[in-house]
């Protein structure tokens, strides 16, 4: 028995051995990431000071480079708010019908094809984006009422612009909306059907509608959780590439209007990268705006984090 | 002194390749993506040409210029090429295989293919983001035969760093002091207007899906998929089409007797030259390590296996290729820079 005993406690110190090994290696590996990104870096941080974060010049031209992150910080987190923008209410609609309306004999496939929709490769909405998006953009919005639109008081800016060839800041965030929607409304309809039926009964008892449930129940209820899950998808489109890519128009320029081309961090890496030299300023330049990205995205999970919190405790 | 060299031979004797007809060679490079097409063609004719397998990777000319640094290739390929001192720093040799040109392709609904007529003056103005519409009268006086629509000018451009680009660039540099001045040359550059895309096709597909589009690509991709392309005014005053005529008379016209062959194609002076056609050049390590040396040798037997053999496929394929003069002189150039370890050219007339 006692010998039993022995080798199931040596297991036991074996088993949370591998596991601590196992958390280590996670921190250790992150932490690896940032440094290399970092010391990557150094020599454009160097070269270029604080004025490297919000510097609007990128210029790679040999013998006059110059770099600043600032667009590229702009077009990511621009697009990736403007994504946001567009996914939510959607999102918000399809975790509602999911949960309240859809009669459950719908809820099933309708669940599925929304998680399915997540696990659609993003070089396929790429190639969506550019030739379905981009030209409907192009005919649909800008040539038949861009010029309304520009008109308009106050808000006509966001939509004058001499571009016309469709690809632009608004089919990126359109994209990376959609990219983005099953993450949010999976999240929402999870967190919808965690709440007690009976507090919701209570407000139907009471005569509520359907709208002043949602409002005055669930969403009260999970607004923390809700959030959370605005920030996973604010995440992922922080660091989406190859779809925005496709549809962003890669312009190192400051977008003033919705259908102007800008960049994004990611973007601009993955057409930059293999033609930089090693251990040229450009090469630097490019780890780091990845460490910014980083950063950027390190902040983002830290404040859904910081959200979650009053629910962890 | 005779026994150690002959314990050196003993040892060396399991390293030492087998005769060419027995074995096939396999020779590995990196580089530009715009010569893949024709290294590909070459590589598999070339296996039974002369027993030389080639595998080539097209990382582009950046990424083969890394990976021959760092000698893991035989070879590297770069579009542009390389200044003397780096290649002195990096003690590589440099020397070109074809050349291609760069076109201008337009989508204007109406217009004909190689109708447009334009001059560096406008294209300038049009890249610079000046000429806005294409009824401007600028471009209107130049085309007085054709209707140009009231459309407004979408430029497209490569994102992706390219040798394209480069070329253009170059050209632009080359025919504006403003240009020269502002965005300037190079593979990437910070272009005043216009929209970006991926790789040749990322810019045709611009150009398709957008009336009144304008930008930059290779001749080959846009021969390949009949792209409108247009004319350009050259050095010497006249409006030349895109065609294998006027892209021969550049490379007959430029000067490769220049050190490191890096001869300047671009906006030459001759009657008929296409003003910008381009080499794309191939870079060899000149101290290959004792492992590699038979590489750099079948390298070189496979190049010069593509200047004897290869004009017909390179033409098939819209690049031009070198004339005979400049294939001798980077014989002759092989066989006095490349040097294996004990000093000893590895190029010799017999190796080929």
Same mark, same amino acid.
Request: proline share 6%.
């Given at each position: 028995?006692?010998?039993?005993?022995?080798?199931?406690?040596?297991?036991?110190?074996?088993?949370?051995?591998?596991? /601590?090994?196992?958390?280590?290696?996670?921190?250790?590996?992150?932490?690896?990431?940032?440094?290399?990104?970092?010391?990557?870096?150094?020599?454009?941080? /160097?070269?270029?000071?604080?004025?490297?974060?919000?510097?609007?010049?990128?210029?790679?031209?040999?013998?006059?480079?110059?770099?600043?992150?600032?667009?590229?910080?702009?077009?990511?987190?621009?697009?990736?708010?403007?994504?946001?923008?567009?996914?939510?209410?959607?999102?918000?609609?399809?975790?509602?019908?999911?949960?309240?309306?859809?009669?459950?004999?719908?809820?099933?496939?309708?669940?599925?094809?929304?998680?399915?929709?997540?696990?659609?490769?993003?070089?396929?909405?790429?190639?969506?984006?550019?030739?379905?998006?981009?030209?409907?953009?192009?005919? #649909?919005?800008?040539?038949?009422?861009?010029?309304?639109?520009?008109?308009?008081?106050?808000?006509?800016?966001?939509?004058?612009?001499?571009?016309?060839a469709?690809?632009?800041?608004?089919?990126?965030?359109?994209?990376?909306?959609?990219?983005?929607?099953?993450?949010?409304?999976?999240?929402?309809?999870?967190?919808?059907?965690?709440?007690?039926?009976?507090?919701?009964?209570?407000?139907?008892?009471?005569?509520?509608?359907?709208?002043?449930?949602?409002?005055?129940?669930?969403?009260?209820?999970?607004?923390?959780?809700?959030?959370?899950?605005?920030?996973?998808?604010?995440?992922?489109?922080?660091?989406?590439?190859?779809?925005?890519?496709?549809?962003?128009?890669?312009? #190192? /320029?400051?977008?003033?209007?919705?259908?102007?081309?800008?960049?994004?961090?990611?973007?601009?890496?993955?057409?930059?990268?293999?033609?930089?030299?090693?251990?040229?300023?450009?090469?630097?330049?490019?780890?780091?705006?990845?460490?910014?990205?980083?950063?950027?995205?390190?902040?983002?999970?830290?404040?859904? /984090?910081?959200?979650?919190?009053?629910?962890?405790? | 002194?005779?026994?150690?060299?002959?314990?050196?031979?003993?040892?060396?004797?399991?390293?030492?390749?087998?005769?060419?007809?027995?074995?096939?060679?396999?020779?590995?490079?990196?580089?530009? !993506?715009f010569?893949?097409p024709?290294?590909?063609?070459?590589?598999?004719?070339?296996?039974?040409?002369?027993?030389?397998?080639?595998?080539?990777?097209?990382?582009?000319?950046?990424?083969?210029?890394?990976?021959?640094?760092?000698?893991?290739?035989?070879?590297?390929?770069?579009?542009?090429?390389?200044?003397?001192?780096?290649?002195?720093?990096?003690?590589?040799?440099?020397?070109?295989?074809v050349m291609g040109s760069v076109v201008l392709s337009v989508n204007l609904p109406g217009v004909a293919d190689n109708a447009l007529r334009l001059t560096p003056e406008t294209i300038v103005e049009i890249f610079?983001?000046?000429i806005?519409?294409w009824?401007?009268?600028?471009l209107?006086?130049l085309n007085?035969d054709i209707r140009l629509p009231?459309l407004?000018v979408s430029v497209g451009y490569r994102?992706?760093?390219s040798g394209t680009t480069w070329v253009w660039t170059t050209y632009l !540099?080359?025919i504006?002091?403003?240009?020269?001045?502002?965005?300037?040359?190079?593979?990437?550059?910070?272009?005043?207007?216009g929209n970006?895309a991926?790789g040749n096709e990322g810019v045709s597909n611009i150009i398709r899906n957008t009336p009144g589009a304008i930008g930059y690509v290779e001749n080959a991709y846009a021969v390949v998929n009949r792209m409108v392309t247009t004319q350009i005014r050259n050095k010497a005053?006249n409006f030349i089409r895109p065609e294998p005529a006027a892209f021969n008379a550049t490379a007959?016209?430029?000067?490769?007797?220049?050190?490191?062959?890096?001869?300047?194609t671009i906006d030459l002076?001759?009657?008929d030259v296409w003003p910008v056609t381009s080499?794309?050049?191939?870079?060899?390590?000149?101290?290959?390590?004792?492992?590699?040396?038979?590489?750099?040798?079948?390298?070189?037997?496979?190049?010069?296996?593509?200047?004897?053999?290869? !004009?017909?496929?390179?033409r098939q394929l819209e690049y031009i290729?070198?004339?005979?003069?400049?294939?001798?002189?980077?014989?002759?150039?092989?066989?006095?820079?490349?040097?294996?370890?004990?000093?000893?050219?590895?190029?010799?007339?017999?190796?080929?």
């Open positions: 028995m006692g010998e039993r005993r022995r080798i199931g406690e040596t297991g036991d110190l074996v088993f949370a051995g591998l596991c /601590r090994g196992a958390g280590g290696f996670v921190l250790l590996l992150l932490g690896a990431i940032i440094v290399t990104l970092f010391i990557g870096g150094l020599p454009a941080f /160097r070269a270029f000071g604080v004025e490297f974060v919000w510097g609007l010049n990128w210029d790679p031209v040999e013998g006059r480079e110059e770099f600043g992150a600032g667009v590229a910080i702009f077009g990511t987190l621009v697009s990736s708010i403007l994504a946001i923008i567009f996914a939510v209410p959607v999102a918000f609609g399809i975790a509602v019908f999911l949960t309240e309306l859809a009669p459950p004999w719908l809820r099933r496939p309708v669940g599925t094809a929304i998680e399915l929709l997540a696990a659609i490769p993003s070089i396929i909405y790429g190639m969506w984006g550019l030739f379905v998006i981009v030209p409907f953009i192009q005919y #649909n919005i800008q040539l038949a009422f861009g010029e309304q639109l520009a008109a308009l008081p106050l808000v006509g800016f966001l939509f004058q612009s001499n571009n016309f469709g690809t632009s800041l608004f089919a990126a965030s359109l994209v990376l909306g959609i990219m983005i929607l099953p993450f949010i409304a999976a999240t929402m309809r999870d967190v919808f059907s965690q709440v007690p039926p009976v507090y919701k009964e209570s407000a139907y008892g009471l005569g509520a509608t359907r709208w002043e449930v949602m409002r005055g129940v669930v969403i009260p209820y999970t607004r923390i959780s809700v959030a959370g899950g605005i920030m996973l998808g604010l995440g992922r489109a922080l660091g989406e590439t190859m779809a925005v890519t496709f549809v962003i128009g890669n312009a #190192n /320029r400051i977008a003033t209007s919705l259908f102007d081309p800008t960049n994004t961090i990611a973007s601009v890496i993955a057409m930059e990268f293999p033609e930089s030299l090693s251990g040229s300023l450009q090469q630097s330049a490019l780890l780091a705006i990845g460490f910014l990205l980083f950063v950027i995205s390190f902040l983002v999970l830290a404040t859904s /984090r910081w959200l979650l919190r009053p629910r962890l405790k | 002194m005779n026994r150690r060299a002959l314990l050196g031979a003993a040892a060396a004797l399991p390293f030492l390749p087998r005769p060419a007809f027995a074995q096939q060679a396999t020779i590995t490079g990196a580089g530009a !993506s010569p893949r024709l290294y590909d063609r070459w590589g598999s004719a070339a296996r039974e040409g002369v027993g030389v397998a080639l595998n080539y990777q097209s990382i582009g000319s950046g990424g083969g210029i890394n990976q021959i640094t760092a000698r893991t290739v035989d070879f590297g390929a770069s579009d542009a090429p390389l200044a003397a001192d780096q290649l002195r720093e990096r003690n590589l040799m440099q020397f070109p295989t610079l983001g000046r806005t519409r009824n401007d009268p600028k209107v006086e007085r009231n407004p994102a992706d760093g !540099s080359r504006s002091e403003e240009w020269r001045n502002g965005p300037g040359a190079g593979t990437s550059v910070r272009w005043p207007v970006g991926r005053g007959a016209a430029a000067d490769w007797s220049v050190p490191n062959f890096a001869a300047d002076s001759g009657a080499p794309t050049y191939i870079l060899l390590p000149t101290n290959p390590v004792a492992e590699r040396v038979d590489g750099s040798r079948n390298t070189m037997r496979f190049f010069d296996w593509a200047f004897r053999n290869g !004009s017909q496929a390179a290729p070198l004339p005979e003069g400049a294939h001798n002189a980077i014989r002759a150039a092989w066989a006095q820079n490349v040097k294996d370890p004990s000093g000893a050219a590895i190029w010799t007339q017999a190796a080929g």
